[in-house]
């Protein structure tokens, strides 16, 4: 069965920067595309970055040229370097394989104004 365990998560002052982490088990991790997704109260979860298994890379909009995705396939590890960060971006933050429905149980990121 998947697993998918994110951490890194805190309470942090507009402006300033986290690292999340995501350690996945399950599946043939090298292979599979991965993303990370947030969910914010009263909203529907939205797609933030992704990486392929070739390391391309894509970006929301809201994000791009401030969060950086990365992976270590060695490791089996996806993460989401966040900079600039924003109020707006208080959220759930959730890994998963692109392919795949299963879900962990996210680490809560709360940026204060």
């Known amino acids: 069965q998947v697993q998918l365990v994110e951490s890194g998560g805190g309470l942090v002052q507009a402006g300033g920067s986290l690292r999340l982490s995501c350690a996945a088990s399950?599946?043939?991790?090298?292979?599979?595309?991965m993303g990370w997704y947030r969910q914010a109260p009263g909203k529907q979860r939205e797609l933030v970055a992704t990486i392929s298994s070739g390391g391309n890379t894509n970006y929301a909009d809201s994000v791009n040229g401030r969060f950086t995705i990365s992976r270590d396939n060695a490791k089996n590890m996806v993460f989401l370097q966040m900079n600039s960060l924003k109020p707006e971006d208080t959220a759930v933050y959730y890994c998963?394989?692109?392919?795949?429905?299963?879900w962990g149980q996210g680490t809560q990121v709360t940026v204060s104004s």
């Open positions: 998963r394989f692109l392919a795949y429905s299963d």
């Open positions: 399950g599946r043939r991790f090298s292979i599979y595309a």
